[in-house]
Antibody
C-alpha cells in the first residue's frame, strides 16, 4: 500500500522561504510523476506543479500563481520529492498535498502539510 | 491560462441520478485533456475517483462513471447514496500545467 508523507510545514513571514518534503513508499517512486496541490481554508483545490520522471527528463511545470517562485525537485535514491517555496505571500497559506501515481494516476495522496504565511 | 468551470452546487435525491460537468475555456474537452475526478469530504484529503476520462480507481463504486458529454467532461452518479454527499473536483491537463475546476458541492437530500 502506498504511503505519502509530507513534512516541513510551518509558519513563515511574507517574503520568506520554506521547503516541504514528500517521502513516498509502497510505489515505484522513480517511475511516478509527483504533483503538488494546495488548498486554502474553505477554498477549492489548486494545482501547484509537477515533476516528471527520469524518462521524461525530470521536466517540471507550474501553476501560474507560483511560477518563478516555487521549485519542485526529487531525489529518486531517497524516494522523496520536494517543494521549495520562495517569496511567499499571505495568499500562499494553504494545506499542501503531495500526490504520486501508484498503480493508477493520482491514486496516492498524502495527508497534507499546513503552510501559514503571516507576519 | 486555462479556466476550468464546474457547477458550484447540485442537489440530488437518494436513489437518483446526477451528472456533474467540467468545461474548459480553451474549447471542447477531449480525451487529450485526461480528465480526472476527485471526491473530498469535510476534514479529509481528496481522493481520486476517475482518471483519463472514464477509468476507475479500485475503490471507486460502480455507480460512479466518467465520460465526455457535449464538449465537457462529465461525472455521473447513479443510485446516489447519502455518503456521496461531498465536494467533487475535476482536473484537466492543458499541455503542460494541469488545472482544477472550482468544485461542485453535491448535496444528497
Amino acid at each position: 500500500e502506498a504511503q505519502v508523507v509530507e513534512s516541513g510545514e510551518g509558519l513563515v513571514q511574507p517574503g520568506g522561504s520554506l521547503k516541504l518534503s514528500c517521502a513516498v513508499s509502497g510505489i515505484t517512486f522513480s517511475d511516478s510523476p509527483m504533483h503538488w496541490v494546495r488548498q486554502a481554508s474553505g477554498k477549492g483545490l489548486e494545482w501547484v506543479g509537477r515533476i516528471r520522471n527520469r524518462a521524461h527528463s525530470y521536466a517540471t511545470h507550474y501553476g501560474a500563481s507560483v511560477e518563478g517562485r516555487f521549485t519542485i525537485s526529487r531525489d529518486d535514491s531517497k524516494n522523496t520529492a520536494y517543494l521549495q517555496m520562495h517569496s511567499l505571500k499571505t495568499e500562499d497559506t494553504a494545506v499542501y498535498y503531495c500526490i504520486g501515481d501508484g498503480e493508477k494516476p493520482f491514486d496516492s495522496w498524502g495527508q497534507g502539510a499546513l503552510v501559514t504565511v503571516s507576519s | 491560462q486555462t479556466v476550468v468551470t464546474q457547477e458550484p452546487s447540485l442537489t440530488v435525491s437518494p436513489g437518483g441520478t446526477v451528472t456533474l460537468t467540467c468545461a474548459s475555456s480553451t474549447g471542447a474537452v477531449t480525451s487529450g485533456y485526461y480528465p480526472n475526478w476527485f471526491q473530498q469530504k469535510p476534514g479529509q484529503a481528496p481522493r481520486s475517483l476517475i482518471y483519463s476520462t472514464n477509468n476507475k480507481q479500485p475503490w471507486t463504486p460502480a455507480r460512479f462513471s466518467g465520460s465526455l458529454l457535449g464538449g465537457k467532461a462529465a461525472l455521473t452518479l447513479s443510485s446516489v447514496q447519502p455518503e456521496d454527499e461531498a465536494e467533487y473536483y475535476c482536473l484537466l491537463y492543458s499541455g503542460g500545467p494541469w488545472v482544477f475546476g472550482g468544485g461542485t458541492k453535491l448535496t444528497v437530500l
